[in-house]
């Protein structure tokens, strides 16, 4: 009896080896972070290492984010802001897509600065961006619904209605559906705003929350 238990533990065992290895194993990236400051500017920017060893989707995702890296400095140089800083958030990551944020802040004077977000999302297999429609399709149509769902500050406190009607009024009439966006990794997908944009300066960068199961419905009447 002890020899036929020991043998069923031991078919248990090499069962869960046997699926260990079997499991493919996500090539995730590295992404480290490079510093540099100066009189009224720190930054700390985004260096994406792609483990796979895809080095021309790596450059490509590298001199993108380059972009917004040179164009804030300058902008410092040339004197557009005081003081400021420039910082980013790895939001979601899988073996095909990396989804980042970086987020500038200018003071330019008065009684307080501007942050700004920037939504970047790349392909780990070519290095290009990814725009909404691949993850969501909407219409302008749709911006009724879109703007009641819940909608977050980027510390994930659920506003409330009292607090952003008069902004989304606003915006929905004016901007409509963003196409800034991060992923989150449970199917869902997150379209960021700027301040003032759904809420008060004090809310700061926020969002508004499509759940998967809001992104399968507007995937299937959008197709």
């Known amino acids: 009896m002890k020899k036929k238990y020991a043998i069923f533990l031991c078919g248990i065992l090499l069962s ?13 990236a590295s992404v480290s972070a490079i510093s540099q400051n100066d009189v009224n500017f720190k930054m700390e920017y985004p260096r994406v290492h792609l483990e796979n060893n895809n080095l021309d989707a790596e450059k490509s995702i590298n001199n ?39 987020i500038d802040y200018w003071y330019k004077g008065g009684a307080h600065g501007m942050q700004h977000g920037i939504c970047l999302n790349y392909s780990k297999v070519t290095g290009e961006r990814i725009g909404l429609p691949y993850f969501l399709r909407v219409r302008p149509e749709d911006a009724n619904m879109i703007f009641s ?3 977050y500050t980027s510390r ?22 963003t196409d800034n966006y991060v992923l989150s990794g449970d199917g869902s997908v997150s379209l960021v705003y700027q301040p003032y944009e759904l809420a008060s300066y004090a809310a700061g960068i926020t969002y508004i929350y499509i759940s998967g199961k809001y992104v399968d419905y507007f995937n299937r009447k959008n197709h």
């Open 16 to 28: 869960y080896i046997i699926c260990w290895i079997l499991t493919p194993i996500k090539a995730l």
């Open 64 to 102: 993108d984010i380059e972009i917004y890296v040179d164009k804030f400095k300058q902008d410092y140089y040339n004197g557009e802001f005081i003081d400021g800083s420039f910082l980013f958030l790895k939001k979601y990551e899988d073996d095909k897509v990396i989804s980042l944020m970086l």
């Open 149 to 151: 769902l819940p909608i």
């Open 156 to 177: 994930g406190k659920l506003l409330d209605y009292d607090s952003t009607a008069h902004f989304i009024k606003i915006t929905k009439a004016e901007k409509g559906i």
